[in-house]
């Protein structure tokens, strides 16, 4: 078991930077992949980035280049670094971990959710 929560969300102008942070407790030694997900209203959750327990990383195509994922296991948190953002990336922000590795899992552990918004 693994319990996720985030923090660094607000609200910034296009342009703007934030850097959100996951604080993972419990069971972390076993963690295989950790990610960041995003819903913004209407919408359907999308996700955003992804790092293995070996540092291999993931992205989105609308964030590439710009949200780099990072982890710190020894300190077991798990940040995004939200760069040029845009009114386009407007969301609740969570992130997620599990076990399994990252490609064959849906993510059994999830954050309560920051969100994140981008004015014009």
């Known amino acids: 078991q693994v319990l996720l929560v985030e923090s660094g969300g607000g609200s910034v102008q296009a342009g703007g930077s934030l850097r959100l942070s996951c604080a993972l407790f419990?069971?972390?030694?076993?963690?295989?992949?950790m990610g960041w997900f995003r819903q913004a209203p209407g919408k359907e959750r999308e996700g955003v980035a992804t790092i293995d327990s070996n540092g291999r990383t993931s992205y989105a195509e609308s964030v590439k280049g710009r949200f780099p994922i990072s982890k710190d296991n020894p300190k077991n948190t798990l940040t995004l670094q939200m760069n040029s953002l845009k009114p386009e990336d407007t969301a609740m922000y969570y992130c997620?971990?599990?076990?399994?590795?990252?490609?064959?899992?849906?993510?059994?552990?999830w954050g309560q959710g920051t969100q994140v918004t981008v004015s014009s």
């Open positions: 419990g069971d972390t030694y076993s963690i295989s992949c």
């Open positions: 997620a971990a599990d076990y399994m590795a990252c490609g064959k899992t849906n993510f059994g552990y």
